[in-house]
């Protein structure tokens, strides 16, 4: 269509109707507003009362060039757009904060607001970007909600983990802006991963030593975390299975909970089959104990001796299968990084290797941030250090594209 020559946005001339309610995140939604109307959507933007306790509806309408509605059965509104108008007019509805009270009231199907009743009334598909307070995400009460909204076909993008307005630190974040274009682009181009199931590990392991210790790294699992969400969001089936992390599963992953290399080995050949794409981001340890002492070993020896044995290599026996997944390696190194990395994508006959630098000042090892330098067998790609949501959403997509690109070929896997 465009001379411009610059590839458009699955967004472009796309009806959005964004619902505000209140939280503090609303002002992000003010940013999300911008973006997605300079990506080419068509905004219609709805605020609850609360809502415009912390944004003015004025900014709103700036931003999305057209008026904002507020109010159910407000004649003037009603005559501009009706309510059942604007639920038809929608392509796709997004709540945005989406507050603890407002999913409470799409489980229960009210109607008594106006973005309630056009939540009721739309038949698009809808996606909630919830945001509040730590406490109120965990609370029985929401995660019950949230279960049964998600088995009724209404998609959650985040909440992330992070810092909140509140001063605690904890899942309920609500996803920047640019994460929830990128995950609204992928959804209206049907998802660069669409109908395709993809296999996760994440974390580190536990091998242990005795009764009471173990064997571990510092892994924090936050790259595999991110990979599972964003995988998620681009489409796929994702099942996540993960060592001992302080993290909360991503919403709509199947997620699978290891200690040992032998039970993430066990857990993930037992579901590979099924896998079109395995990701093994999880820092499985190479060596646990070659004894478990069933009782605490008592200091009593001047030293202590602890012999080690290697565990299975999950990764190689993934790319050993047949048939098997398109199969993507993490490589952590301290030296030689492009050198090791080649070597283990040509060793472990592997489709795909992201390698990152450990033991510096930035990125890699619990880490919130990482860059990665990913090699596969004739090409490669840097990705500057950022976010590890954002690094994951790059590497995401570059998996797509080179599943796609060797589906293409006379390449059976
Ligand atoms: N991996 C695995 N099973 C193991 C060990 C590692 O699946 N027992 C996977 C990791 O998930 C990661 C990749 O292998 O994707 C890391 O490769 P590896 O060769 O183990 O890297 P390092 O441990 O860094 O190897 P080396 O000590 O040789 O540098």
């Given at each position: 269509?465009?001379?411009?020559?610059?590839s458009?946005?699955?967004?472009?001339?796309?009806?959005?109707?964004l619902?505000?309610?209140?939280?503090?995140?609303?002002?992000?939604?003010?940013?999300?507003t911008?973006q997605?109307?300079?990506?080419?959507?068509?905004?219609r933007?709805?605020?609850?009362?609360?809502?415009?306790?912390?944004?003015?509806?004025?900014?709103?309408q700036?931003?999305?060039?057209n008026?904002?509605?507020?109010?159910?059965l407000?004649?003037?509104?009603?005559?501009?757009?009706?309510?059942?108008?604007?639920a038809?007019?929608?392509?796709?509805?997004l709540?945005?904060?989406?507050?603890?009270?407002?999913?409470?009231?799409?489980r229960?199907?009210?109607a008594?607001?106006?973005?309630s009743?056009?939540c009721?009334?739309?038949?698009?598909?809808?996606?909630l970007?919830p945001?509040?307070n730590?406490?109120?995400?965990?609370?029985p009460?929401?995660?019950?909600?949230?279960?049964?909204?998600?088995?009724?076909?209404i998609?959650?993008?985040?909440?992330?983990?992070?810092?909140?307005?509140?001063?605690?630190?904890?899942?309920?974040?609500?996803?920047?802006?640019?994460?929830?274009?990128e995950?609204?682009?992928?959804?209206?181009?049907?998802?660069?991963?669409?109908?395709?199931?993809?296999?996760?590990?994440?974390?580190p392991?536990?091998e242990?030593?005795?009764?009471?210790?173990?064997?571990?790294?510092?892994?924090?699992g936050k790259m595999?975390?991110?990979?599972?969400?964003?995988?998620?969001?681009?489409g796929?089936?994702?099942?996540l299975?993960?060592?001992p992390?302080?993290?909360?599963?991503?919403p709509?992953?199947?997620?699978?909970?290891?200690?040992t290399?032998a039970?993430?080995?066990?857990?993930?050949?037992?579901?590979?089959?099924?896998?079109?794409i395995?990701i093994?981001?999880a820092?499985?340890a190479?060596?646990?104990?070659a004894e478990?002492?069933?009782?605490?070993?008592?200091?009593?020896?001047a030293?202590?001796?602890?012999?080690?044995?290697?565990?299975?290599?999950i990764?190689?026996?993934?790319?050993?299968?047949?048939?098997?997944?398109?199969?993507?390696?993490?490589?952590?190194?301290?030296?030689?990084?492009?050198?090791?990395?080649?070597?283990?994508?040509?060793?472990?006959n592997l489709?795909?290797?992201?390698?990152?630098?450990v033991g510096?000042?930035?990125?890699?090892?619990?880490r919130?941030?990482?860059?990665?330098?990913?090699?596969w067998p004739?090409?490669?790609r840097?990705?500057?250090?950022?976010?590890?949501?954002?690094?994951?959403?790059?590497l995401?997509?570059?998996?797509?594209?080179?599943?796609?690109?060797?589906?293409?070929?006379?390449?059976?896997?």
């Amino acid at each position: 269509m465009g001379a411009s020559g610059l590839s458009m946005s699955a967004l472009n001339g796309k009806h959005i109707l964004l619902g505000v309610t209140g939280g503090i995140a609303a002002y992000k939604a003010a940013e999300l507003t911008r973006q997605l109307k300079s990506r080419g959507a068509e905004m219609r933007v709805v605020m609850t009362e609360a809502a415009q306790a912390f944004v003015a509806p004025l900014t709103f309408q700036a931003l999305s060039g057209n008026p904002v509605a507020t109010h159910l059965l407000d004649p003037v509104e009603e005559s501009a757009m009706g309510h059942i108008a604007l639920a038809r007019w929608a392509e796709l509805v997004l709540i945005a904060p989406a507050t603890a009270d407002f999913i409470a009231r799409l489980r229960a199907g009210l109607a008594g607001d106006l973005l309630s009743a056009l939540c009721l009334a739309s038949e698009a598909p809808l996606i909630l970007a919830p945001a509040m307070n730590r406490a109120m995400w965990a609370n029985p009460a929401t995660q019950d909600n949230v279960r049964v909204l998600r088995e009724r076909g209404i998609r959650l993008l985040g909440p992330e983990e992070g810092e909140q307005a509140c001063g605690e630190t904890g899942p309920g974040r609500m996803l920047e802006p640019v994460e929830l274009c990128e995950a609204l682009e992928g959804s209206f181009g049907d998802g660069s991963l669409a109908g395709l199931s993809v296999l996760i590990t994440a974390g580190p392991t536990r091998e242990p030593l005795d009764a009471v210790r173990y064997l571990s790294n510092r892994s924090s699992g936050k790259m595999g975390y991110a990979l599972a969400r964003a995988a998620a969001d681009a489409g796929a089936r994702v099942t996540l299975i993960s060592g001992p992390v302080a993290l909360m599963p991503p919403p709509g992953v199947e997620f699978v909970a290891v200690e040992t290399a032998a039970e993430m080995h066990v857990a993930v050949l037992s579901r590979v089959h099924e896998s079109d794409i395995y990701i093994g981001a999880a820092a499985v340890a190479d060596y646990r104990p070659a004894e478990v002492a069933q009782a605490k070993i008592k200091k009593t020896a001047a030293s202590l001796n602890l012999e080690l044995t290697r565990t299975e290599d999950i990764l190689a026996a993934v790319a050993g299968l047949s048939p098997r997944p398109f199969t993507v390696g993490f490589a952590a190194e301290t030296d030689r990084l492009e050198d090791y990395a080649r070597g283990k994508l040509a060793a472990k006959n592997l489709d795909m290797i992201a390698a990152n630098w450990v033991g510096r000042p930035q990125g890699g090892f619990d880490r919130d941030e990482n860059s990665l330098h990913v090699f596969w067998p004739d090409g490669e790609r840097e990705l500057p250090l950022a976010d590890k949501s954002r690094i994951a959403i790059q590497l995401i997509e570059l998996i797509a594209e080179r599943f796609h690109a060797q589906d293409t070929t006379e390449n059976p896997r």
